[in-house]
């Protein structure tokens, strides 16, 4: 089961911010926090991960809550092409095979 | 550019004909593994590989197999396909001695098996 819980669905007006929730109250010590998407049917693309601090690469940005029990992705400026489902996950590639077990995703839409 | 290459894209095949999925990374990657996605039940890991010569079982190997016999390739084998492997499934790869948490996707391959 995945350890992650975010909204099924979420909206974003076009150059705004979209701020993307994700709840991981199980989060263990060693796991960090991946986000990744995935635009229609294609291959999921990594966006960015973190353990601790907040993070931000060309993409998006990452804050972690303190307790590191939520996080979250924050797509500057949408553009049509940032929609797509957005997966949360929480784990480790190092244990488990490097299982990152995905779950159902927020499916964002960037409206013009 | 670095890529993963799934082939191929889309089959439609028949209950037991054997068929194989082949994957192809050209990043150097030593970790490889197979993933199944269909809806409601997300992605699942069919098969992992460490490095050349090691596989293992992720959560749903039943029906399938794999070899490493090269470093970039990892073809998945359905040696008798069933209607319930008719799914959307993915390769992925990743540097194995760095936790960049990136994986690698390959485009996918969309099996329908009659």
């Known amino acids: 089961d995945a350890k992650t819980t975010q909204p099924p669905s979420m909206d974003c007006a076009e150059g705004r911010a979209a701020n993307l929730p994700c709840n991981h109250s199980?989060?263990?010590?060693?796991?960090?926090v991946y986000w990744y998407r995935q635009i229609h049917s294609q291959g999921p693309q990594y966006i960015i991960h973190g353990l601790k601090n907040n993070e931000t690469n060309e993409m998006a940005s990452l804050i972690i809550t303190e307790d590191r029990k939520s996080s979250t992705l924050i797509l500057p400026h949408a553009t049509l092409r940032d929609t797509a489902v957005y997966y949360c996950i929480v784990g480790s590639l190092y244990n488990q095979g490097g299982k990152l077990i995905f779950g159902q995703g927020t499916e964002l839409s960037v409206k013009p | 550019e670095a890529q993963v290459t799934q082939n191929p894209r889309y089959l439609i095949t028949v209950t037991g004909k054997k068929l194989t999925v082949t994957c192809s990374q050209n990043?150097?990657?030593?970790?490889m593994s197979w993933y199944r996605q269909d809806p409601g039940l997300g992605l699942r890991q069919i098969y992992y590989s460490m490095n050349v010569e090691v596989t293992d079982k992720g959560d749903v190997p039943e029906g399938y197999k794999v070899s490493r016999k090269e470093k970039r390739n990892f073809p998945l084998i359905l040696e008798s396909p069933s209607p319930n492997q008719t799914s959307l499934y993915f390769c992925?790869?990743?540097?194995?001695?760095?936790?960049?948490?990136?994986?690698?996707f390959g485009e996918g391959s969309r099996l329908t098996v009659l």
């Open positions: 992925a790869s990743r540097r194995l001695l760095r936790n960049t948490g990136e994986l690698f």
């Open positions: 990043m150097n990657h030593e970790y």
């Open positions: 199980t989060i263990s010590g060693n796991e960090y």
